[in-house]
């Protein structure tokens, strides 16, 4: 067993300190474009002051630009007290209004059918209660709503990992360091297969997963 999956037994992953501002500048300076893809994708299903809620925000800036893109009430959830603070200067820096705060996934601060839309982008493999955090997001989702997790492939090949490490990072050494931080990612990321048996276990019924170079887009629909 990884270090990370042992970690995982005990506690949700929080990134903290020194990493969280290092996650944020990583996310500013290389990940910016992939954020915005995000962003679109999600706005594709959204409607006029529509509420939203992103679980595992990091620094925001989905988040941020999704706000960019239409008039939405956005909420960004995260177990890091850090990265919240963190959210609050970049949404501020963006001119946004973006409301962060601080929660855990496997127990959300929200009334029942609050959201229109949910998002997860790569921290759906850091929760403890991966079946758990599925429920409740189905809690808080609206009759009719959607949830869109994106995260990293259990099963991702060595070529299909180096490849997203160029087409991410611009010097090589960010592009060595980051296809070591993927490869170590991958070892405790889950298959196609994985969440379709943690869907089974949750009152989801309908949903859609598609896979795209490291990734997987996972739609539920209530």
């Known amino acids: 067993m990884g270090l990370f999956k042992f970690i995982r037994r005990f506690k949700d992953m929080a990134i903290t300190g020194s990493f969280s501002r290092w996650?944020?500048?990583?996310?500013?300076?290389?990940?910016?474009?992939?954020?915005?893809?995000?962003a679109k994708e999600a706005a594709k299903y959204?409607?006029?002051?529509?509420?939203?809620?992103?679980?595992?925000?990091?620094?925001?800036?989905l988040a941020i630009e999704l706000a960019k893109l239409g008039n939405y009430n956005i909420t960004g959830m995260d177990l890091?007290?850090?990265?919240?603070?963190?959210?609050?200067?970049?949404?501020k820096r963006e001119n946004v209004n973006v409301?962060?705060?601080?929660?855990n996934v496997s127990a959300?601060?929200?009334?029942?059918?609050?959201?229109?839309?949910?998002?997860?982008?790569?921290?759906?493999?850091?929760f403890k209660e991966p079946v758990k955090a599925l429920q409740e997001m189905y809690r808080v989702l609206k009759k009719g709503g959607?949830?869109?997790?994106?995260?990293?492939?259990?099963?991702?090949?060595?070529?299909?990992?180096?490849?997203?490490?160029?087409n991410?990072?611009?010097s090589g050494f960010e592009r060595m360091f980051m296809i070591r931080i993927f490869k170590s990612l991958c070892k405790y990321a889950y298959t196609k297969t994985e969440m379709e048996e943690m869907?089974?276990?949750?009152?989801?019924?309908?949903?859609?997963?598609?896979?795209s170079s490291i990734s997987f887009y996972a739609y539920l629909y209530k």
């Open 199 to 211: 869907i089974k276990q949750t009152p989801f019924i309908k949903n859609e997963i598609k896979e």
């Open 46 to 61: 959204l409607t006029e002051q529509a509420n939203v809620l992103e679980v595992a925000p990091g620094p925001g800036y």
């Open 146 to 166: 959607i949830v869109l997790i994106i995260d990293m492939r259990g099963d991702a090949t060595k070529k299909e990992i180096r490849q997203e490490a160029i």
């Open 23 to 38: 996650y944020d500048k990583n996310t500013r300076e290389n990940r910016i474009g992939e954020m915005r893809e995000y």
């Open 80 to 91: 890091s007290a850090d990265f919240v603070e963190i959210c609050k200067i970049n949404a």
């Open 99 to 103: 409301t962060f705060i601080e929660g």
């Open 108 to 126: 959300m601060p929200f009334e029942e059918n609050s959201f229109d839309f949910i998002i997860c982008s790569a921290a759906f493999k850091n």
């Open 168 to 170: 991410l990072s611009k």
